[in-house]
């Protein structure tokens, strides 16, 4: 395998982090719909750590982004 073939493979790989990090996002929402649903007077507590659990994950699917980008500069 040649090192054009590698850099594509990786980038894929680093793609599929993003992929991940959406479905853990639409998770996460999820949820906190779910929980508010139950119990209304909670959404000011729980609204906070969905939040931050967002931030988290969205973090993850820049970080697989930049990733991506890093190779594809170093393709060539």
């Known amino acids: 395998m040649d090192v054009h073939a590698a850099a594509l493979i990786g980038m894929g790989a680093a793609a ?8 853990g996002i639409g998770y996460i929402f999820g949820k906190m719909i779910e929980a508010v649903a139950r119990q ?4 000011g507590r729980v609204s906070k750590y969905m939040w931050l659990g967002f931030a988290l994950s969205e973090a993850v699917a820049l970080y697989a982004l930049v990733i991506a980008f890093i190779i594809m500069g170093l393709r060539k």
């Open 16 to 23: 599929i982090g993003v992929a991940g990090s959406g479905a």
């Open 40 to 43: 209304p007077e909670i959404e």
